[in-house]
């Protein structure tokens, strides 16, 4: 089983590998996704470029359908993504600092392209008691993550 961090990593690797399938970008990250997933296989690299292709041809699909649609494809190839990152960690644990300078490369390529990789958002509402001695009234929104380019 992985430590909690290293399962944060992979889902941030699956969810910035998603936002990456969508950018200008695209055919570098997936290059890049294919050696680091098949660990310096020639055949294995070109099943993973394959199956890359064919997630971000299914997710492109869905998300021009419009709807909940796209939604679920973004939602489905992220966790699917990061499944995979995790199984590659779990295998291979040297792989941990590649896979960290690949989420390097996805958020900046998420930056260039304004597209915000890797975000947490927390909403919190207090009330009552907690809610005059700590905010007054009220809901507050926090979003962790890159700003958009500016």
């Known amino acids: 089983m992985l430590a909690e961090e ?3 990593l992979a889902a941030a690797a699956g969810t910035g590998l998603v936002q990456a399938m969508v950018t200008d970008a695209w055919q570098q990250c997936r290059d890049r996704v294919a050696r680091l997933l098949g660990r ?8 993973q470029e394959g199956r890359l ?20 494809a973004v939602a489905r190839q992220a966790a699917a ?7 590659l960690l779990e295998d291979a644990p040297d792989h941990e600092q590649p896979l960290r300078e690949l989420l390097g490369f996805l958020r900046e390529q998420g930056a260039a392209a304004n597209t915000v990789i890797g975000t947490v958002t927390v ?12 905010q007054g009234q009220g809901t507050q929104y926090n979003t962790f993550g890159p700003g958009p380019a500016r």
Not at 55 to 66: I, N, P, S, W
Not at 82 to 87: H, P
């Open 6 to 8: 290293l399962v944060v």
């Open 40 to 47: 310096g296989d020639p055949l294995e690299e070109a099943r």
């Open 53 to 72: 292709e064919r997630a971000r041809e299914e997710l492109t699909g869905a998300v021009a359908g419009g709807g909940d649609e796209g939604e679920r």
């Open 81 to 87: 993504w990061g499944t995979r990152f995790e199984d």
């Open 123 to 134: 909403h919190a509402t207090a009330s009552e008691q907690a809610q005059q001695a700590v």
